[in-house]
């Protein structure tokens, strides 16, 4: 995760755990729409520090016959720094991956996503890479 803020100066990225979690269906062969999560969190100095984003998002298959996508979507993303408060704005969600067919209606899906959450007096951002479970 990059973090910018208003005072805080150069911070560099940060690695952690993160998961995602998508649920939406078929409106067009190669098109899907759906509602997605995604969470980063890091626990340093007793203090756990995490990043949420909950967004509508659309899932664009160029060519309907490949596992192919890309996505992108909007929605609200929070920040909780672990002392007892966090700050909430409007969050953006964007990401390619691959569906991957090992069954009639089961894939795996190797994804890279990137959400940011726009907050009061600064930003946040996370790049994920993951693979994922999909059920179709």
């Known amino acids: 995760m990059g973090i910018s803020c208003e005072g805080c100066g150069d911070t560099d990225r940060s690695g952690a755990p993160s998961a995602y979690l998508a649920l939406g269906g078929a409106v067009r062969q190669n098109v ?10 890091k626990s340093d100095l007793g203090t756990r520090l995490t990043m949420t984003n909950i967004s509508g998002a659309v899932y664009w298959y160029p060519m309907a016959t490949t596992g192919l996508f ?6 609200f993303s929070a920040l909780d720094s672990g002392f007892g408060g966090g700050t909430s704005g ?7 991956g691959y569906d991957v067919r090992v069954a009639r209606n089961l894939s ?29």
Not at 32 to 41: D, Q, R, S
Request: aromatic letters at 10%; charged letters at 5%.
């Open 32 to 41: 899907l729409l759906g509602v997605e999560t995604n969470v980063w969190t």
């Open 70 to 75: 890309v996505k992108g979507g909007a929605g």
């Open 90 to 96: 409007f969050g953006v969600l964007g990401g390619v």
């Open 108 to 136: 795996i899906t190797p994804v890279a996503n990137w959400f940011r959450g726009g907050f009061t007096g600064g930003s946040a951002n996370v790049l994920q890479i993951g693979v994922g479970v999909t059920s179709h």
